[in-house]
């Protein structure tokens, strides 16, 4: 396991923007891993957002395709979501996570952060 952790939450307004970071703690490398993205609002189960592999695919929930992005930086260890266009529904704590599969369920991925809190107001 990796401990991760994620930065870069906050409260935004309906249509505003975020962008979620997410890096290994301690200087590791997880540029040859799944790196994933997931939500859990109050309430709700925990729920896939979006993915990304060492090369560089990516696959997002159809709640979010055309509204976010996920990237990664392997020369700095750190993968991206860019929140665009954010609606009230999009409110969550967002967790960054990694697995050694290209998978979309959370039962895959072995490391997690502790989450950071997005709040889109309306």
């Known amino acids: 396991q990796v401990p991760l952790v994620e930065t870069g939450g906050g409260l935004v307004q309906a249509g505003g923007s975020l962008r979620l970071s997410c890096a290994p703690s301690?200087?590791?490398?997880?540029?040859?891993?799944?790196m994933g993205w997931f939500r859990q609002a109050p309430g709700k189960e925990r729920e896939f957002v979006s993915r990304?592999?060492?090369?560089?695919?990516?696959d997002y929930a159809d709640s979010v395709k055309g509204r976010f992005t996920i990237s990664r930086d392997n020369a700095k260890n750190t993968v991206y979501l860019q929140m665009n266009n954010l609606k009230p529904e999009d409110t969550a704590v967002y967790y960054c996570?990694?697995?050694?599969?290209?998978?979309?369920?959370?039962?895959?991925?072995?490391?997690w952060g502790q989450g950071t809190q997005v709040t889109v107001s309306s």
């Open positions: 990304i592999a060492w090369s560089g695919n990516t």
């Open positions: 301690g200087g590791r490398s997880f540029s040859l891993n799944v």
């Open positions: 996570a990694r697995s050694l599969r290209w998978s979309r369920v959370s039962d895959d991925f072995d490391s």
